[in-house]
């Protein structure tokens, strides 16, 4: 029987990923290496509105706790982990990368899906933040619903428009592979 359960183990233990097997590559300490961005960006598929936000929603229940260094389902559990989750990208992109698969548009151009972003080449470890927006709360688009992986976890909740404490280093944010469709409403929580 102890065979048969060391065998079960070594099994499980190869079948599981590694934390380093998904992690992005740094290049000479100065953030991620641009090989390893080129291949995710490669791999990179459209994805739908509704999907991203279905996608969101998984790691709400429950929720996932934060952190910069676990691995959750093949992806980091920070912020910009979640969003590589929520895109269905190939790995766990950065801050520091994601704009690199994303394009800048105006406020008035947000929809589902769309992210709220602290990003680029400063914005390595906790000096970039992402969130996934969903929808306006209201007319005034001075607040919106927000998918947020965040400590102490996964959170959906209302945030002032651009972020909180209105920082203004967020700015709005489109995949670049990101389709059209017909989003269902979603309970306010």
């Not at 559990?77 to 969003?83: A, F, I, R």
């Not at 895109?87 to 769309?114: F, N, Y």
């Not at 680029?120 to 996934?132: K, L």
Request: proline share 10%.
């Amino acid at each position: 029987m102890k065979t048969l359960w060391t065998a079960v183990v070594g099994v499980l233990a190869l079948a599981l990923p590694s934390p380093t097997a998904h992690a992005e590559p740094t290049h000479g300490g100065q953030g991620p290496d641009p090989a390893a961005v080129d291949r995710v960006v490669a791999g990179a598929e459209p994805i739908s509105r509704s999907e991203v936000i279905t996608r969101a929603r998984t790691w709400l229940t429950p929720p996932v706790p934060y952190s910069m260094e676990q691995w959750y389902q093949g992806w980091r559990t920070d912020c910009s982990g979640y969003v590589s989750m929520a895109w269905r990208l190939d790995s766990s992109l950065t801050t520091v990368s994601l704009p690199s698969i994303a394009h800048r548009i105006e406020k008035q151009e947000l929809r589902a899906g769309d992210v709220m972003m602290n990003g680029g080449p400063d914005s390595g470890g906790a000096n970039g933040h992402v969130v996934i927006f969903e929808r306006w709360v209201d007319d005034s688009h001075n607040a919106y619903w927000a998918y947020e992986q965040t400590p102490p976890q996964t959170v959906h909740h209302q945030v002032p428009y651009p972020y909180s404490g209105h920082d203004t280093k967020f700015v709005p944010y489109r995949y670049n592979l990101i389709e059209e469709d017909t989003l269902p409403q979603t309970p306010d929580r």
